[in-house]
């Protein structure tokens, strides 16, 4: 009886963080393998503290209870009750699968997609009733319309995108700012309003907070916006040339100079589009990746987004299967476009950051219509791959 009072006892006595940790260790050597996949980090309340992702998973999750105390891992691991973790395919399914659970559980440790998005920019249009474009450094779901980008440059798309706001008088007052419009008179007390911003004044915005214009005519604004950010409508470069002639047959060569120079602002903007959707274009393929243990993957991967995604096929039927997929995925058409629905942007960055750290992948891929032409082999076997087995540096975790 005293020995089974004594067993109660110990169950019941809460373990030390030195004996978690030495548990989540044992675990970890027990019974993770060497393989690619995804982990994570949970609190005693269940909560994911940190999602990670490793070539080799056990070399990985270990590194952790090696870290100094002032190191990240260290924190990760004190933080922590309990890890987990799932094997994928490959490493590319591994960096897929980080990504997914990051956005699923965004873990407050993380860096959510700081290390590619630090570098980009994107145009954002608000959802408002007068929306308004915005240069943010990074993109999620939240109040945008629709994001266009990324790009290079932050200064220099700010200073771009105040001379669109300027040329075809849109707002760019804060986000709460009240809209009255035109054809809402019953809105005012008096009306029409007094002006109380000076773009409005000075004739830079068409100022839909005061009765300036109607909902219609400010979304046709929009609309001409929208069309040049689509690399369809090049309506903000002809105002102001036109703008720029006018100055100049009146002698003005100053007005005419600072006109040049905005113009030339908007045209490295429309630069950059054609670039990115160039870049947007060569990410259309179909990636082959061999994976462990022969599971090896068909990645559907149009404008640098992930459509679908098959094992190899290993039978007549599976191969059709995978045919139809490849029309359904890249025979509709798109249109040539810089927007970027907000959920895809993570995605898009991190395929091009892939291809860019590992240029050598892109000789798994293969043009649609050539895969169509000719699919793989019932017997791929990719160890004839002369890539598979190359040592290929993991990003860092």
Known sequence: MRRLSKVKKLLLTPKTPDEIVADMRAHVRASAK????????LSPEGEVVYVGKS????TRLLSYFRCGSEEKGSRIVREATRVEWEYTPSEFAALLEELRLIKRFRPRLNVAMKRDARHFCFIKLTRSP???????RGAGADDAQIYYGPFHGAQRVSEAVRELNDALGLRDCRLDQPMHFADQPELFQIFPRTPGCIRHEIR??????????????YD???ALVRGFLDGADDAPMALLRGEMQQASDQLDFERAAVLRDKLHRLEGLREQ????RFAVETLSFIYTVPGHDGEDRCYLIRRGRVRGEYAMPRSEADRMRLLEMVEDVFNPAERDSAQVPSHEVDELLLLSSWFRRFPAELAR?????????????LDYDPSSDPLFGEAVASPAA
């Open 204 to 217: 830079k915005c068409l100022g839909p907070c005061v009765g300036g214009c109607t909902a219609r005519e």
């Open 220 to 222: 046709e604004r929009v």
């Open 55 to 58: 070539k080799r998973l056990r």
């Open 34 to 41: 060497d393989r690619p996949g995804v982990y994570r980090w």
């Open 273 to 276: 589009f054609i670039r990115f």
């Open 130 to 136: 007068a929306p308004k474009l915005l240069v943010v």
């Open 365 to 377: 891929s293969r043009q649609a219509a050539d895969f169509v032409a000719a699919p793989p082999a």
